[in-house]
């Protein structure tokens, strides 16, 4: 995020906050977990395509008995989603979406099998959507955003680890998508995160912090 926490300006273009050390890092870090989920906003805006980059750490995935791209996972509450996005197109694990339950019908016959729709309530709930992956398998589950999702996770005490990088400028636009949202957050002053880490990447800096929550 900016130093004003933005995680993107208001403009057409996708604002680029970190440098290629740091996407490095992010990518070494995709590649020690089991699934990674983003929400419906940022499929639609970043379309993202959320595979592991590096070949040698898809080797290593791969000879430690893991595939070598993770699931992808998403939330949408009103089942906009393009099939054609890199979200679905792009590796062969599986995609799965959790959809609110008025959309599951219309959404599963417009994805045609590219994904995985599974209905998990009205609106979309996340206890439902984690205990689901948790069956499949899922042990560990990387958020990459955005806002919204973001908020969700740290509101509901659903995240163990927040990896914040802060990069060294200002966007100031009040129209501009934000880190997190207004919401009632259990990390406040008398139950503060952890730090665990703090990294210089260049002229950005990594700060590692562990959530503590009621489930300790």
């Given at each position: 995020?900016?130093?004003?926490?933005?995680?993107?300006?208001?403009?057409p273009?996708?604002?680029?906050?970190?440098?290629?050390?740091?996407?490095?890092?992010?990518?070494?870090?995709r590649?020690?977990?089991?699934?990674?989920?983003?929400?419906?906003g940022?499929?639609?805006?970043?379309?993202?395509?959320?595979?592991?980059?590096?070949?040698?750490?898809?080797?290593?995935?791969?000879?430690?008995?893991?595939?070598?791209?993770?699931?992808?996972?998403?939330?949408?509450?009103?089942?906009?989603?393009?099939?054609?996005?890199?979200?679905?197109?792009?590796?062969?694990?599986?995609?799965?979406?959790?959809?609110?339950?008025?959309?599951?019908?219309?959404?599963s016959?417009r994805?045609?099998?590219?994904?995985?729709?599974?209905?998990?309530?009205?609106?979309?709930?996340?206890?439902?959507?984690?205990?689901?992956?948790?069956?499949?398998?899922?042990?560990?589950?990387?958020?990459?955003?955005?806002?919204?999702?973001?908020?969700?996770?740290?509101?509901?005490?659903?995240?163990?680890?927040?990896?914040?990088?802060?990069?060294?400028f200002?966007?100031?636009?009040?129209?501009?998508?934000?880190?997190?949202?207004?919401?009632?957050?259990?990390?406040?002053?008398?139950?503060?995160?952890?730090?665990?880490?703090?990294t210089?990447?260049?002229?950005?800096?990594?700060?590692?912090?562990?959530?503590?929550?009621?489930?300790?």
């Open positions: 995020m900016s130093v004003d926490g933005y995680i993107d300006d208001a403009g273009e996708r604002l680029r906050l970190s440098n290629t050390a740091d996407f490095d890092r992010v990518d070494a870090v590649a020690g977990y089991d699934a990674i989920l983003v929400g419906a940022t499929v639609r805006s970043d379309d993202p395509g959320l595979l592991v980059k590096s070949p040698t750490r898809k080797e290593r995935r791969l000879a430690r008995g893991a595939p070598a791209d993770l699931t992808k996972v998403t939330l949408t509450n009103s089942g906009d989603l393009d099939p054609d996005s890199r979200f679905f197109t792009s590796g062969e694990e599986p995609k799965i979406v959790y959809c609110a339950s008025p959309a599951v019908c219309e959404l016959g994805l045609d099998g590219r994904a995985e729709v599974v209905d998990a309530g009205d609106p979309v709930n996340l206890p439902t959507a984690l205990a689901d992956l948790k069956r499949r398998g899922v042990r560990r589950l990387m958020v990459e955003g955005g806002g919204s999702v973001h908020t969700q996770f740290l509101t509901s005490g659903l995240a163990d680890e927040l990896h914040l990088v802060v990069a060294p200002f966007v100031g636009d009040p129209c501009a998508p934000r880190f997190v949202r207004p919401g009632i957050f259990p990390q406040d002053a008398k139950r503060p995160m952890r730090l665990a880490e703090t210089r990447i260049g002229d950005v800096v990594l700060l590692r912090y562990l959530i503590r929550t009621e489930r300790g």
